[in-house]
């Protein structure tokens, strides 16, 4: 054992060292909840805690390291001005690489002590060997730098860290190297959700459009690329969620792939969804059609990352794992009925003794009373508890902000949603709200807004949890549940509560965990950190489902929940489809687990249910999600028919006619429960006549609160009563507006694109492409039938910003035969006002 190691484990089994940290915290503590009780260090404490955190910053140990880290965290609230801590704190940092931290003391703390000598060499060297790539100076910490030289040697790698780590950097520092590789090969970017595309896509111009502009690279987002026409050659990077790689792959002209980038790949083990299916599918079918695709994986807080090369037959050894993070963070958890607090350090609770005083605090006077001039993120377990929460929040504020970036944006959400959306209200006293289905350009706002500080506290879902990069100083955590009955997996709450401290902003973030006589947690269990280790939601299924997924296979009915029997079904078409390959030279993960587990029978009896389809095997590969003998069906409809149902016109007639024929074709009444309820079609047609002859978000819901007023609608407001819908009840308006969001986003979006999809797929088959028409899933995903707008949103655009340019801007638009050529930028700048939606969103994506 070298010395170092040695001293380090001395220490940390030191009474003395133990007595000292825990103050420490408690120095932190009172500091974080502006407690009366002040407590000092003597000199010979606060030098003997410095000397501590300099030999444990010279460890190679991550614990030891995160330990010398806050300490000088801890420190800096009471000493930031003492000569010695000054010193001693940026030795402490260069020593770990965290060169954004000695930036935070540089310019918080204007401290500029000199280093020792040789730690000033060492320092001078690190940035030197360090920097980012095409970073404009910026440096990587150490446990950066491992990981990005680890991961740019490598054809595969998986690699995990805490969320605070800053993997989008490393990631976009990889792309950066990988774009001038020579020859240059097109790349995608798995991520879980839309909103993440929008925010990969987003960074990726602003952060490398010198190089992507010299190395011909282009951003695309969708998977259709035939809209766009340029004259000089380029390749290709693509940001994807799992169905649209799907839909890519679906598509034999698209280009080769070389580069598959699996963003938050610990999705793969969400075990009560059933795009962690989907997303191992679209990995699966890229690997299979592109050979050796070089394969990377990225997730947060996983102990084994090394599962998913596994699960994908490739080199276990090209993982990277570490538990080191560039900033502090300290969880509490607090109990306002009680009036108790508890600090979590080292895994163990530490009472926090009278902190909170006699004064009684509702949830929104405490979140007031910490969250003051600093940025709170407020988790919410669902999307009505989040809206219901700011409401409450709001009400607390009394003034408004008088700033004129809020104001443009109170004009943007008024014109582009309503003018009675909760979230005019909410920013003019600095709120917002966050959650999945927000449309994009509220989000970009809200998001925006909250980076600027213009806004300070956001109420927010699970939608944190999909990887969104809104760190926060503080995050407050009001239940431990997901959604609704399901309890925070160790994994969601740790990146939950990575979001909390922004490098280079602050040095450390705090996790407040909420408990009131209404809101009460079962356990403490997830405080307490352990290691997390994932197994993948198809193996494990599989594993544990064997006599279920026979039954499924002998189209026989299984107990369990709807998602997991949705799982389930899901997995026995891929066994279905894989049992067509087994004569090949692919080997199926899948299929390989079978037969390791000497199942043959399963094989056999899933190909005996295939053998005799007539449908080609391609369709069922790409529409796994949809009954096989449903597909049979349809398919043998259309051969019948020879001529697509859908007609050229679309209106609300023909949407409605078309809705009914697929509630029949596809048994919607028995296959499909948001969509089983024939009357509700007339609903839908509606809309889907709405969004694909381009009506603007505004006018539909417009046109809806109309509607409903003037037909006396009853609409739910709660999860057990109903009121008669009235206009001018802001309640009624909100809630209307919700479900239209909702519906357009899941139902019009998700659900019936993936049915018109597979049926156009069939009817290409059966009558050739000229023949076919349109493919209304397309139209559903743009919202348009026009070309042009499809071409501007090809680009980045988003459907508001793309119908608007169409309409008001045509003049700015290069058209060769009705095909987009480019965009002028500075006409179109020139055209719009300053500071508006499209204005900024343009700035940002041409």
């Known amino acids: 054992m070298k010395l170092i190691e040695k001293l380090v484990e001395d220490i940390f089994n030191d009474e003395y060292f133990k007595s000292l940290f825990n103050k420490c915290i408690l120095i932190t503590a009172n500091n974080i909840f502006k407690s009366r009780i002040k407590l000092e260090l003597s000199t010979k404490e606060l030098k003997d805690l410095l000397r501590f955190a300099d030999i444990l910053s010279t460890s190679s140990d991550s614990i030891a390291r995160n330990k010398a880290y806050q300490i000088i965290s801890a420190l800096n609230h009471n000493y930031s001005d003492n000569k010695v801590y000054r010193t001693i704190s940026k030795a402490v940092f260069s020593k770990l690489g965290n060169f954004p931290a ?8 204007a401290n500029y002590a000199n280093l020792p000598l040789t730690r000033e060499i060492e320092a001078q060297s690190k940035k030197l060997v360090q920097e980012a790539p095409d970073s404009n100076g910026m440096i990587f910490t150490d446990t950066q730098f491992e990981l990005y030289s680890k991961l740019s040697n490598s054809l595969e790698f998986s690699f995990s860290g805490p969320t605070s780590m800053g993997k989008s950097f490393i990631i976009k520092s990889f792309i950066r190297k990988v774009i001038r590789n020579t020859p240059p090969e097109n790349i995608v970017i798995i991520v879980p959700t839309r909103a993440l595309i929008n925010q990969f896509f ?32 380029f390749n290709y990077i693509f940001i994807l969620t799992p169905e649209r790689l799907l839909s890519y792959l679906s598509q034999e002209d698209n280009p080769p792939i070389g580069f598959l980038f699996v963003d938050e790949a610990h999705k793969l083990a969400s075990e009560k969804d059933t795009r962690s299916i989907t997303t191992y599918s679209a990995i699966e079918k890229a690997q299979k059609r592109y050979g050796n695709i070089k394969l990377y994986f990225s997730s947060p807080n996983v102990s084994n990352p090394e599962v998913f090369l596994s699960l994908f037959n490739r080199n276990i050894t090209n993982s990277f794992k570490t538990i080191e993070s560039p900033v ?15 600090v979590y350090s080292d895994n163990r609770a530490l009472n926090l003794e009278n902190i909170i005083g006699n004064k009684e605090y509702s949830v929104s006077e405490f979140i007031k009373a910490i969250g003051e001039q600093k940025n709170n993120l407020v988790y919410c377990n669902s999307k009505r508890n989040t809206i219901d929460r700011s409401r409450e929040f709001a009400a607390k504020i009394e003034s408004g902000i008088q700033d004129k970036e809020i104001q443009d944006a109170i004009d943007s959400v008024k014109d582009y949603i309503h003018p009675e959306y909760y979230l005019v209200d909410f920013l003019k006293k600095g709120i917002a709200f966050h959650y999945g289905r927000l449309p994009q350009l509220v989000r970009n706002l809200v998001e925006d807004l909250y980076k600027k500080e213009k806004i300070r506290y956001v109420f927010c879902t699970s939608t944190l949890l999909e990887g969104v990069n809104m760190p926060t100083q503080n995050i407050f955590i009001l239940d431990n549940k997901n959604g609704g009955r399901n309890t925070l997996s160790q994994i969601d709450f740790w990146n939950l509560s990575g979001r909390a401290g922004r490098l280079s902003r602050e040095l450390e973030g705090n996790i407040f965990c909420i408990q009131t006589k209404e809101i009460k947690w079962e356990s403490k269990e997830l405080l307490i950190k352990k290691e997390i280790t994932l197994k993948p939601t198809i193996l494990t299924k599989v594993d544990k489902n064997l006599q279920k997924i026979t039954k499924l296979l002998e189209d026989k009915d299984v107990s369990g929940t709807e998602t997991e029997k949705e799982i389930l079904k899901y997995i026995a078409n891929i066994i279905k489809v894989d049992t067509l390959e087994t004569n090949s030279n692919y080997s199926s993960p899948i299929i390989d687990r079978l037969i390791e587990k000497n199942k043959q029978k399963i094989i056999d009896l899933a190909q005996s249910k295939i053998e005799n389809y007539k449908i080609p095997s391609f369709i069922l590969n790409f529409n796994q999600t949809i009954d096989f003998n449903v597909q049979e069906r349809v398919y043998e409809h259309v051969k019948k028919v020879k001529r697509s149902i859908l007609p050229r016109e679309i209106k609300y007639n023909e949407c409605l006619k078309v809705l009914e024929d697929f509630h029949k074709l596809y048994s919607w009444d028995i296959k499909e429960k948001k969509l089983s309820n024939v009357n509700s079609l007339k609903y839908y047609a509606v809309l889907m006549n709405q969004w694909i002859n381009g009506l603007s978000l505004s006018q539909i819901i417009s046109q809806s609160i109309d509607w409903y007023d003037s037909k006396g609608y009853t609409i739910k407001i709660n999860y057990i009563d109903s009121e008669v819908f009235n206009k001018l009840n802001k309640q009624h308006v909100n809630i209307l507006i919700e479900n239209i969001i909702d519906d357009l986003e899941y139902i019009l979006r998700f659900i019936l694109e993936k049915y018109f999809n597979h049926y156009h797929q069939i009817v290409v ?3 050739g492409e000229e023949k076919a028409g349109s493919n209304w899933a397309t139209l559903l995903e743009y919202g348009t039938q026009n070309p042009l707008i499809i071409a501007l949103q090809n680009i980045g655009f988003s459907r508001n910003t793309a119908l608007k340019i169409f309409k008001n801007h045509r003049n700015t638009l290069q058209i060769t035969e009705n095909k987009l050529i480019g965009v002028n930028k500075e006409l179109l700048l020139k055209s719009l006002k300053i500071d508006s939606l499209e204005y900024n969103e343009i700035k940002k994506v041409i």
Do not use: W
């Open 102 to 109: 000695i930036n935070y003391l540089e310019n918080k703390n």
């Open 202 to 233: 987003s960074e990726l111009k602003t952060d490398l459009e010198k190089q992507l502009n010299l190395f011909k690279y282009k951003v695309f987002i969708n998977s259709n690329i035939s809209d766009i026409v340029t004259e000089e050659k």
């Open 328 to 342: 502090s963070q300290n969880i509490y958890f607090v109990d306002l009925e009680m009036k108790e607090a508890e």
């Open 765 to 767: 088959n059966v009558i």
